[in-house]
C-alpha cells in the first residue's frame, strides 16, 4: 500500500477554535511533511519531521504545531484558526531523507474557517 | 531561498495535440528536480525526477526536459488524451538545504475532444 491518508478530507472550523489534521502512511517512511496550498499558489512546506525530530519553516514557525506518536502518524495543530488558515492541507512522505527521495501525498484536507 | 515560476497557469489543447509547460528556477545549485500530477481530487502523484546529469527522460506519453544553463524544466506532453487533463506541478530541489521542495503555482491543463 504506498497510500498516504489524510482525515477528515473536509473541514470546517470557526475563528479562534483549534483545528487538528492527521495523516497515516504505511510505508514506514522516515519523514512525514505538511504543506499548505491555496488557489493559484504553490504549495508551501509548513514543517516535516524526520523520524522524531520536528522540522518547522521559519515564517510559519509559531502558527502551525505538529506531533508525531509513532512512525505511521503525524498531526497538524493550528492552535487558534484564523482566516487566513483556509485552504487545502497536502501530506506527504518519503523513505528517506536526501536529494533524490521521492514524496508520496495524500489527498488533502480541504480546511475552511468561518 | 529557490523560486519556481511555473507556465502557463492554464492551458488547453485538443485531443491528439502537444502540451508544454515550462517552469524556470533561480538557484543554480538546485540539482533534483521532480514532475507530479494531480487528477481532481486525488493525490499528487510523481510523474518523473531528474538528475542534474540528464537531460532528456521520456516516459509514456511525456518529454522531460532539463536545461541547466537556462535554469529550466519543461514537460511536453505528445499526443495528449483526456486523461491528461489535470494540474501539473514542478518541484525543485536544490543540494544547500534539508528536506525541502520547491513547487511552481501549477498549470491545469484542459484536453478538449
Known amino acids: 500500500d504506498t497510500t498516504v491518508k489524510q482525515n477528515p478530507r473536509y473541514k470546517l472550523a470557526r475563528v479562534g477554535k483549534p483545528v487538528n489534521l492527521i495523516c497515516s502512511q504505511t510505508m514506514n517512511h522516515d519523514t512525514m511533511y505538511w504543506y499548505q496550498k491555496k488557489p493559484n499558489q504553490a504549495p508551501k512546506l509548513l514543517l516535516f519531521y524526520y523520524d522524531k525530530i520536528l522540522n518547522r519553516e521559519a515564517d510559519t514557525f509559531e502558527k502551525f504545531q505538529s506531533s508525531r506518536p509513532n512512525n505511521s502518524f503525524c498531526s497538524l495543530y493550528i492552535g487558534s484558526a484564523g482566516l487566513e488558515y483556509s485552504a487545502m492541507y497536502l501530506c506527504?512522505?518519503?523513505?528517506?531523507?536526501?536529494?533524490?527521495?521521492?514524496?508520496?501525498f495524500g489527498p488533502g484536507t480541504r480546511l475552511t474557517v468561518l | 531561498g529557490e523560486q519556481v515560476e511555473q507556465r502557463p497557469p492554464h492551458l488547453s489543447v485538443r485531443e491528439g495535440d502537444s502540451a508544454f509547460i515550462t517552469c524556470t528556477y533561480t538557484?543554480?545549485?538546485?540539482?533534483?528536480f521532480f514532475w507530479y500530477k494531480q487528477e481532481p481530487g486525488a493525490s499528487l502523484q510523481l510523474l518523473m525526477k531528474v538528475f542534474s546529469s540528464t537531460e532528456i527522460n521520456e516516459g509514456q506519453g511525456f518529454t522531460v526536459l532539463l536545461n541547466k544553463k537556462d535554469k529550466q524544466l519543461s514537460l511536453n506532453l505528445t499526443a495528449a488524451h483526456p486523461g491528461d487533463s489535470a494540474a501539473y506541478f514542478c518541484a525543485v530541489r536544490n543540494t544547500g538545504g534539508a528536506d525541502r521542495l520547491t513547487f511552481g503555482k501549477g498549470t491545469q491543463l484542459i484536453i478538449q475532444p
Open positions: 506527504a512522505s518519503s523513505r528517506e531523507w536526501g536529494d533524490y527521495a521521492e514524496q508520496f
Open positions: 538557484d543554480p545549485n538546485s540539482y533534483y
